[in-house]
C-alpha cells in the first residue's frame, strides 16, 4: 500500500483493519469527511481515475467530479451529511467522473455513513458502467431507428426509454416521458384496466403482436386521443423485467376504413379526400380513374386532376404487375392478365388487399408505397369501382434496411458477425464443391488485448480494434470475408485456395501488418496475434467444423508462445479424446466401486480438538493410475457425471460421519464439496432433506462449499437457494476465499456461516506482507461479519501461531493430518494414552 497521510480515524488497530478491507475491495472506494475532504481511498480508485493516493489525499472530493457538477454536489454532500443514511449503488440519474488526464466516466455510486468519535464520515463505493452504457446505447439507437413510436416500461409502469416516434405521437418531450408512468398516457377510464393488465403482463411475460382485438386509445399531452395499436415484448436485463412496447396511431387506417364506407355508400365528397394525408385513387371497374385526391397528386407528381381519366396502370411498373399477376393465377387457378384485372382480382376479395408495391412517378423515380385495394359496391352490392389507398413507406423501408445490416454486422467496426460469418462460409464451401477448388479459414484472437481494455478503457481498446479491422480488411480480397465473432476474435475466409503454401504469404503479412505500431490519444500500442488456420474440405465439410478446427488451432498458436500461427492437425484432437476416455472410466469408476472418500480433520485453533472433517473424493483406476481430483472433477463437470458422483458422495458421507459421531460421542461437522453444477440442480434442497434424513445426520452438522464464482454467475438465485438450505439447519462455506471477488458487498449479500481461505495465501504468511495482509484483512472482515474463519493448506507451527493470534477460527492442512479413510479418521479422535 501506499504511504498515506493519517486522517482522522478510529485508534490504529481499527484504522488498520478498516484501511485493509477497503483496499480489499474490488470496487473503488473513497473515505470523505463532512468538508469534502479525501481521508482514505484504496488502489482501485487510483485506477479508476488515474490519480496517485498521494494526489488525492488531503484533497476536495468535488476534484472528481465533472466542473459543470460541482456546484450541485457540494450542495448534495451538505445534504448527506445533513441526514445521512446508507444509499444503494445508483440514483436513478446519469452520474459522472473525472479522470485525472480529463476523460469523463461513466459511474455508479454506493453511500455508506460512519459514525466515528471524530464525527460522521462517509464511504463511498464507486463502479465505472462505460459497458452498461454500451449497452444502453446500443439499445436506444435500434429503438430510435424503428419506425413506429418505441416505449420500455418497468414493472412497476415507468418510462425509461422512448424513441422520437413516441414525443411526436404523445406531443411530450422525452424528458417528460421519462418522467411519467405508462398509465398517464392512457385516458382516465381504461387505467384501473390498464393497471390490471399491466401486472398480468409481468407474472406471465410474453410477445404479444400488434393489436388485441379491441379499442385502444393513448392520451396526448393537450388532452386529445388518438386510437392506437400496440405490440408487446417482455425484455430481461439484469434480473429486472421490462416490456418493450411498440406503439402505432390508426388514425389514418381508421380514416381509410371510414372513407371506405363512405365510397360504398357513395357519399365520398372531395373535400374528404383533399384532407386525406394518404394517397386515395378511384377507379372504375374498367380501370379508369375518376378520382384522385391531392395527396396522392403529390405522392406521384402530377398537377391537380392531370390522372382522371386515366387508366389505373400508369403508376405502376410492368414487371411488378406481371410478377402479382402469376401470383394471383396460382393462388386462384385463373388465368390473370398482367393489366387491371390484377387490381379487380385484388380487390374483389372479402378483405382488403394490402401489401407493399412501387409507384412510378411522373419523372420515372419508383417510390414504395404500401397499398390497401377494396371493392366499391353500391345499393345493390354490385362492384362499381376500386378504391386504392396507399402511404409512402420509403422511410420505413430504410429503417428495416437498418436493422436488417445490425442484425448481421459488428455494431463496432461494421464488419460480418456470426450470422453472416456462416452464412458466407456455407456458400463459400458450395462453390469450392462446384469448383474443386479449397476453403481457408482463420480464427485471429489478439495477444494479451484483455490487458489494454483493463489498463487504458474500453474506448482506446474499441478503437483498437476497429484500426485492426480495417487492416485486415485491406489485405483480403474483396471475395474473401473479415469477420468479428466479438471481444478481440476475428475470423478471415479465403475462397479459391488451391494449397496451403499458397496462404502463407498473406498469413505473413496479417502478423506484420497488425504488429504495426499504432497511437491513440498519445498511447502508442503494439499488439500481436495468434492464428490458427484449417481448410475445406480437408479439416472439415461444414461451417461449424472449420470454425471450431480453426480456433482450436488457434488455441495451440497461443499455448506455444503467441505471436504464432498454427494449422489445424488431427492430433490437436488428442486432448479431447483423451478427455473423452476419461470420462468414460469415470463412469465405470462409480458403477464399479473404484472411488473412495477419505476425510481431511478440521481443528479448533482454540482448544486444538477436531470440529469437523472435509469429504475428499479419490479414484484409483486400474487403468489409469491414481488420478487427481483436479483431472476427473472438470470431467464430471463437463459430462454431466458429477451429479451422480456428488449424491454418491453426500450418501456416504453422510452415513460414514454418523458412524464417527458415534464412536467419538460428540458431534462433528460434516465439509462437503458442491460443484456449480450440482449448486445448479433445482431440487438440491430436496437432495439434502432427503439425504440427511436418510443418514440420520443432524442438518446443523453439514457444511456445504461452495466458490465465491458460484454465487455471483447469478447473484439473485444463488441467494434464494442458500437461504433455503439454511432453513434447512444446513451451514454454508464459502471456499478459495481471496481467490474471486473477495468482496464485502456480496459477504452481506449472501447468507454466509464460514468462509475458508485459500491455501495460496497460506503459503508464505509468515514471510510475504502481502499474503499476510490479506489474510489479516479476511479474518478482520469476517469478525466484523460475524462469520467464521477457517484457513487450509497449514502446514507449518509457524502457520499455526500466526492464524491463531490473528483470530483465526479453525485449520486444517497436513500440520494435522492428510485426508484419511473412515477408520483411520476414527484413530484420530482418540484422546492421547498416557505416558
Known sequence: MHAETPGPLPALGEEQRLRLV???????????????????????????????????????????????????????????????????????????????????????????????????FVLASIIDITERKRSEERLRLVIEAAPNAML??????????????????????????????????????????????????????????????????????????????????????????????????????????????????????????????????????????????????????????????????????????????????????LHIPANFQVIVASGSRTTADEREWTYVHRDGSRVPVNIAITAMRDESGRVNGFLKVAYDITERRRAEAFIRHMAHHDALTNLPNRTLLLDRLESAIRQARRSGGGVVVLMLDLDHFKRINDSLGHQIGDKLLLKISQRLQRRVRDVDTVARLGGDEFVIVLTGIHSASDVQPLINELMRTISAPMSFDGHELLVTTSIGGCMFPADGSDPGALLKNADTAMYHAK?????????????????????????????????????????????????????????LVRWSSPRHGEVSPDRFIPVAEETGLILTLGEWVLHSA????????????????????????????????????????????????????????????????????????????????????????????????????????????????????????????????????????????????????????RGCDEVQGFRYSPGVRAEDFARLLEPPRAA
Request: charged share 25%; with cysteine; net charge negative.
Open 559 to 615: 499455448a506455444s508462445g503467441r505471436s504464432n500461427f498454427h494449422w489445424f492437425t488431427t492430433a490437436m484432437l488428442q486432448q479431447t479424446e483423451e478427455k473423452l476416455a476419461l470420462g468414460t472410466a469415470l463412469r465405470r469408476a462409480i458403477e464399479s466401486s473404484e472411488l473412495t472418500i477419505v476425510y481431511q480433520p478440521e481443528i479448533s485453533l482454540r482448544d486444538g480438538r477436531i470440529v469437523g472433517m472435509e469429504a
Open 152 to 333: 420500455m416500461v418497468n414493472a412497476g409502469g415507468g418510462i425509461v426509454l422512448v424513441n422520437s416516434q413516441a414525443e411526436k405521437l404523445f406531443g411530450y418531450s422525452r424528458q417528460e416521458l421519462l418522467e411519467l408512468t405508462i398509465e398517464s398516457l392512457i385516458p382516465k377510464r381504461f387505467r384501473h384496466q390498464h393497471e390490471r393488465s399491466r401486472n398480468g403482463f409481468f407474472s406471465q411475460p410474453d410477445a404479444r403482436a400488434m393489436g388485441a382485438g379491441r379499442d385502444l386509445y393513448g392520451l396526448r399531452k393537450n388532452g386529445s386521443e388518438v386510437p392506437i395499436e400496440i405490440g408487446l415484448n417482455p425484455l430481461r436485463i439484469e434480473q429486472a423485467q421490462f416490456v418493450l412496447a411498440s406503439v402505432i396511431d390508426i388514425t389514418e387506417r381508421l380514416s381509410a376504413d371510414r372513407l371506405q364506407r363512405s365510397l360504398q355508400a357513395g357519399v365520398l365528397r372531395q373535400a374528404i379526400l383533399d384532407s386525406l394525408p394518404f394517397s386515395v385513387i378511384a377507379t372504375d371497374t374498367e380501370g379508369q380513374i375518376v378520382a384522385i385526391n391531392p395527396a396522392a397528386e403529390q405522392l406521384l407528381g402530377y398537377p391537380p386532376q392531370a390522372l382522371v381519366g386515366q387508366s389505373a396502370m400508369v403508376m405502376h411498373e410492368p414487371a411488378e404487375v406481371e410478377r402479382r399477376a402469376e401470383e394471383l393465377s396460382t393462388q386462384t387457378g
Open 22 to 120: 477497503i483496499e480489499a475491495t474490488p470496487n473503488a472506494m473513497i473515505m470523505v469527511d463532512q468538508q469534502g475532504t479525501i481521508i482514505l481511498v484504496n488502489s482501485q480508485t487510483e485506477r479508476l481515475f488515474g490519480h496517485l493516493r498521494s494526489e488525492m489525499l488531503g484533497q476536495s472530493v468535488e476534484m472528481l467530479v465533472p466542473q459543470r457538477f460541482r456546484g450541485a454536489h457540494h450542495g448534495y454532500r451538505r445534504g448527506f451529511f445533513a441526514h445521512p443514511d446508507t444509499r444503494s449503488m445508483g440514483a436513478g440519474r446519469d452520474l459522472y467522473g473525472v479522470r485525472k488526464d480529463g476523460s469523463e466516466v461513466p459511474i455508479e455510486i454506493g453511500l455508506n455513513p460512519l459514525k466515528m468519535p471524530e464525527g460522521v
Open 654 to 805: 453422510c452415513r460414514e460421519c454418523v458412524a464417527l459421531q458415534r464412536t467419538a460421542g460428540r458431534n462433528l461437522r460434516l465439509a462437503v464439496n458442491v460443484s456449480p453444477r450440482q449448486f445448479q440442480q433445482k431440487d438440491l434442497p430436496q437432495l439434502l432433506q432427503r439425504v440427511l434424513t436418510e443418514s440420520g445426520l443432524p442438518a446443523h452438522c453439514m457444511e456445504l462449499e461452495i466458490t465465491e464464482g458460484m454465487l455471483m454467475q447469478s447473484p439473485e438465485e444463488s441467494a434464494e437457494v442458500l437461504r433455503e438450505l439454511r432453513r434447512l439447519g444446513i451451514a454454508i462455506v464459502v471456499d478459495d476465499f481471496g481467490t474471486g471477488y473477495s468482496s464485502l458487498a456480496y459477504l452481506t449479500r449472501f447468507p454466509i456461516d464460514k468462509i475458508k481461505i485459500d491455501r495460496s495465501f497460506v503459503r508464505d504468511i509468515a514471510n510475504d506482507a502481502a499474503d499476510a495482509a490479506v489474510v489479516n484483512a479476511i479474518i478482520a472482515m469476517a469478525r466484523s461479519l460475524d462469520i467464521r474463519v477457517i484457513a487450509e493448506g497449514v502446514e507449518t507451527e509457524e502457520q499455526e501461531q500466526y492464524l491463531l493470534d
